[in-house]
């Protein structure tokens, strides 16, 4: 595609932009309105102060920092994943399209673009100076006509409605009932969606009183504020986090002492490369179990002699009763495609039981890597009568349906 300048641009920043670009599509192919607003859409403009070198890096920038807690209240969010989500979403010209997280404006810009003079962007934002900053960047920038709402993103914006497409860009544990009487039967839904500690962005295509999905992609997003559904037991004087949601048994009395014996340690036949993801076996075992939860581990603990997870602050655990079990890998050197073999570490009185259950799920995964369920959502009070067969998870709102 042809390198594109816009207004305030000089030669270096034009360069960086198309440069970022170029990167993006080489990895992951994106539709060619998307290619085009990504080329149009000045992302320096939308994050002011910043030097034009960060502004087009493949990385988040922090806007707004959290006093009460380690996560910013509000990120630029990685271009590479602003790409990914916008080719689930599938906007098309004159479109009706509402985004939930105005964040800079950078993204409600994009949507402009792709959408048209003919269509129609809605931006809402529940913090008063990110949606100020949103309009502020979008006025300078010419994208004067798309509408930014202060207001809680939950609630959507029915005033404008109903829309063709939606998309969050905060995580979202449940599917707000408010927003499904806002979109169109048949637009679609991309969402950092929530469940079992991981976070996916998911497309999901509304049909009747459901919403199925037809692709996931693994993302991490800032949460939405005023959703509660997600727990923390401290562990190990809070040198360990067991994460897990609301409906699920996890008991922190019981697990108190689960670290004061030695592992069981269980391998499984699944070898990964060093750059390999093995992100899907979570996936896929929150598609048959219920007890997958997140694992963060510290240095702290790491430091007294607990077994290391494959990723220290986030991996998936099985809890049941006074016992889990999480991922684990180690090096091998026999065949130089794949380095790494993975396995399940557990503690506990069922250690070796859940250890074994947990490697049951990664050789699952690793005899089929690319396998994506389907989701089905429908609201919690609906009939269950016509779902796919599949492991279910309740919500608040929603009832949530996984099947392969």
């Not at 290619?35 to 910043?50: F, N, S």
């Amino acid at each position: 595609m042809q390198l594109l300048t816009v207004a305030g641009d000089d030669d270096a920043t034009a360069a960086r932009r198309n440069e970022l670009i170029d990167q993006i599509v080489a990895r992951r192919p994106v539709p060619e309105a998307v290619e085009r607003a990504m080329r149009t859409v000045a992302r320096d403009q939308h994050l002011p102060g910043l030097d034009p070198s960060r502004a087009y890096a493949d990385e988040a920038v922090s806007i707004k920092d959290n006093p009460a807690g380690p996560l910013p209240l509000s990120l630029a969010s990685v271009p590479s994943i602003v790409a990914m989500m916008l080719d689930q979403l599938d906007a098309r010209h004159s479109d009706s399209v509402l985004e939930v997280g105005a964040g800079t404006g950078y993204n409600a810009a994009l949507l402009a673009e792709i959408v048209g003079p003919d269509g129609q962007v809605v931006t809402v934002d529940i913090e008063p100076d990110m949606a100020l900053h949103a309009r502020t960047a979008l006025d300078k920038t010419g994208y004067t006509h798309v509408e930014v709402i202060e207001r809680d993103g939950l609630e959507g914006a029915p005033e404008h409605a109903p829309y063709d497409r939606m998309i969050a860009t905060v995580g979202i544990w449940d599917i707000p009932r408010a927003w499904w009487a806002q979109l169109r039967d048949g637009g679609r839904l991309v969402l950092p969606f929530r469940w079992r500690g991981q976070t996916r962005s998911v497309s999901l295509v509304r049909d009747g009183d459901s919403l199925v999905s037809d692709g996931m992609e693994l993302c991490g997003f800032v949460p939405i504020i005023g959703q509660d559904g997600e727990r923390c037991a401290d562990l190990a004087d809070g040198t360990i986090r067991v994460h897990y949601d609301r409906d699920q048994a996890v008991d922190r009395d019981l697990l108190s002492g689960v670290f004061s014996g030695p592992p069981a340690e269980v391998w499984a036949e699944a070898r990964v490369g060093g750059q390999e993801p093995f992100d899907g076996i979570w996936l896929r075992a929150t598609v048959f179990d219920d007890t997958v939860c997140r694992l963060e581990v510290t240095e702290e603990a790491l430091d007294t002699g607990v077994r290391r997870p494959a990723i220290p602050v986030r991996s998936p655990a099985l809890v049941v009763g006074e016992s889990l079990a999480y991922l684990i890998l180690r090096r091998e050197d026999a065949d130089p495609e794949r380095t790494y073999r993975l396995g399940a570490a557990g503690y506990g009185p069922d250690a070796s039981d859940l250890a074994r259950r947990l490697v049951e799920h990664i050789d699952g995964w690793g005899a089929d890597r690319d396998a994506v369920p389907t989701m089905t959502v429908i609201p919690a009070s609906a009939a269950l009568d016509g779902l796919p067969p599949g492991h279910g998870i309740a919500k608040k709102e929603t009832a949530v349906v996984l099947s392969y």
